[in-house]
């Protein structure tokens, strides 16, 4: 099976600086997309950013200019740094990738879940 690992949340003040890793293993034929979504307390989980194989990002209107998804293909591990953060940013932040893990049948895709890794910003 795959399993995408989270890291790098954690406390910090307005206007300060976070980097989240996540890094996927295990039977991972391609990896389609990567992406983070976030669900701060009593809200649904939304979409943050998003990035395709090759390199397309896709960013959620209130992160743009703020946070920038990247990969490294060759460690399966996808990355988000967020500069300029405010309190409407905490939440739970959970990575999600698209993978093929079947070599016979290298179309065929699943989603997969990070556990999550908490951001929190104080003002």
């Known amino acids: 099976q795959v399993q995408l690992v989270e890291s790098g949340g954690g406390l910090v003040q307005s206007g300060g600086s976070l980097r989240l890793s996540c890094a996927a293993s295990g039977s991972i034929i391609s990896i389609n997309t990567m992406g983070w979504y976030r669900q701060a307390p009593g809200k649904q989980r939304e979409l943050v950013a998003t990035?395709?194989?090759?390199?397309?990002?896709n960013y959620a209107d209130p992160v743009k200019g703020r946070f920038t998804i990247s990969t490294d293909n060759a460690k399966n591990t996808v990355y988000l740094q967020m500069n300029s953060l405010n309190p409407e940013d905490t939440a739970v932040y959970y990575c999600?990738?698209?993978?093929?893990?079947?070599?016979?049948?290298?179309?065929?895709?699943?989603?997969?879940w990070g556990q999550g890794t908490q951001v929190t910003v104080s003002s």
């Open positions: 999600k990738a698209i993978i093929a893990t079947m070599a016979t049948m290298p179309s065929i895709t699943f989603q997969f």
């Open positions: 990035i395709t194989s090759s390199g397309t990002p």
